[in-house]
C-alpha cells in the first residue's frame, strides 16, 4: 500500500499529467494520430520531463473555483474592451494618445500569484508590465492612454479588480496582506 500510495503522490502525478499534456502537443504537431506518433511524442516527452527538469515553484495558496471563473470574465471583458480602445486610438482622426509609465502597490503575497496578475495585466492591449519590484510588491506598467485623470483612474480600478480577484481565485483569505502593509 505504501509503494502505491509513493507512486500516487502529488509530485508523480503532476509529472503523469506533463507527459500526457507534452504527448497530446506532439501528436497535434505531427496532425496524424497513430501509434507510432504516440509512442515518439511520449519518448520526447520523457526526455523532455526527465533531463529537463523544471526547478520547483513553491505554491502557497488555495484554487477557488468559482472566483476562478469570475476572474476569467472580467479578464476577458477587459481585454475585449481595451482591444476596441486600441482599434479607436488607431483610426481617429486626433493624434497619438499620450501614454505613461504608472505604479502600482499590489497587495500579493505569493510570487506564483504575482505571475499570474501581471501576466494578465499584459494580456490587456494597451498596457505592459516593464518592472516588477518582489520585495514591496510594486510593478511599474506603462499605459497607452494616461491623457486624462479619467482614463488614469479607469486604469487603476482595472489593476484593482483584477488585482482582488486574482487574490480571490489563487490565495487563502489569512494570507492577504492589508494595503496600509504594502510599503511604496
Not at 86 to 108: C, D, N, T, Y
Not at 147 to 158: E, L, P, W
Request: glycine share 6%.
Amino acid at each position: 500500500m505504501t509503494v502505491l500510495r509513493r507512486l500516487l503522490n502529488r509530485e508523480n502525478a503532476l509529472r503523469l499529467g506533463v507527459l500526457a499534456w507534452l504527448t497530446a502537443v506532439w501528436v497535434a504537431l505531427w496532425g496524424d494520430l497513430s501509434a507510432a506518433n504516440v509512442l515518439a511524442g511520449g519518448v520526447v516527452a520523457l526526455i523532455v520531463v526527465f533531463a529537463l527538469p523544471l526547478p520547483l515553484v513553491p505554491v502557497a495558496g488555495r484554487f477557488h473555483p468559482l472566483s476562478f471563473v469570475a476572474l476569467i470574465a472580467v479578464a476577458t471583458y477587459y481585454a475585449l474592451e481595451s482591444s476596441a480602445q486600441v482599434a479607436w486610438f488607431a483610426i481617429r482622426p486626433s493624434g497619438p494618445p499620450v501614454s505613461g509609465v504608472l505604479r502600482v502597490a499590489l497587495g500579493i503575497q505569493s510570487d506564483l500569484v504575482l505571475v499570474i496578475c501581471t501576466d494578465l495585466l499584459n494580456l490587456i492591449p494597451g498596457t505592459m508590465v516593464l518592472e516588477i519590484d518582489r520585495q514591496r510588491c510594486v510593478v511599474y506598467v506603462h499605459v497607452l492612454d494616461v491623457g486624462s485623470d479619467k482614463s488614469v483612474a479607469a486604469f487603476y480600478r482595472t489593476t484593482r479588480r483584477l488585482e482582488r480577484l486574482v487574490i480571490d481565485a489563487f490565495e487563502r483569505p489569512g494570507d492577504r496582506r492589508r494595503r496600509s502593509e504594502v510599503r511604496v
